[in-house]
Nanobody, 125 residues
Framework: HVQLVESGGGSVQAGGSLRLSCAAS????????MGWFRQAPGKEREGVVV????????YYADSVKGRFTISQDNAENTVSLRMNSLTPEDTAMYYC???????????????????WGQGTQVTVS
């Protein structure tokens, strides 16, 4: 099994920045993809950013391109998400996710991800 523990998040004014981190433990050698999904009230969960842990290919949702940046530390089995220029539309519960295999195309598929963190709230006012 793989466990994911998130940290960061919180409340910020529009235009501000936040940083999320996710630490993986357990059978981390199985992880090939890590990233972040978010879900706002009344909306479907959407993929925000996903990185292939080997090779570093990255998917960014169009809504966050140029504002969000993912980074990874393979030695520590962590990924971090730097979120800049936040808007109220970014308000959501953010979930760290990991997968043993995933599809990276014009979008990402939540169903590919078998491991999820507990979620951390991001509120932009």
């Amino acid at each position: 099994h793989v466990q994911l523990v998130e940290s960061g998040g919180g409340s910020v004014q529009a235009g501000g920045s936040l940083r999320l981190s996710c630490a993986a433990s357990g059978y981390t050698y199985r992880i090939k993809c890590m990233g972040w999904f978010r879900q706002a009230p009344g909306k479907e969960r959407e993929g925000v950013v996903v990185i292939l842990t080997a090779g570093g290919r990255i998917y960014y949702a169009d809504s966050v391109k140029g504002r969000f940046t993912i980074s990874q530390d393979n030695a520590e089995n962590t990924v971090s998400l730097r979120m800049n220029s936040l808007t109220p539309e970014d308000t959501a519960m953010y979930y760290c996710a990991a997968a043993e295999w995933c599809r990276l195309g014009s979008s990402v598929v939540a169903h590919d991800f078998g491991y999820w963190g507990q979620g951390t709230q991001v509120t932009v006012s």
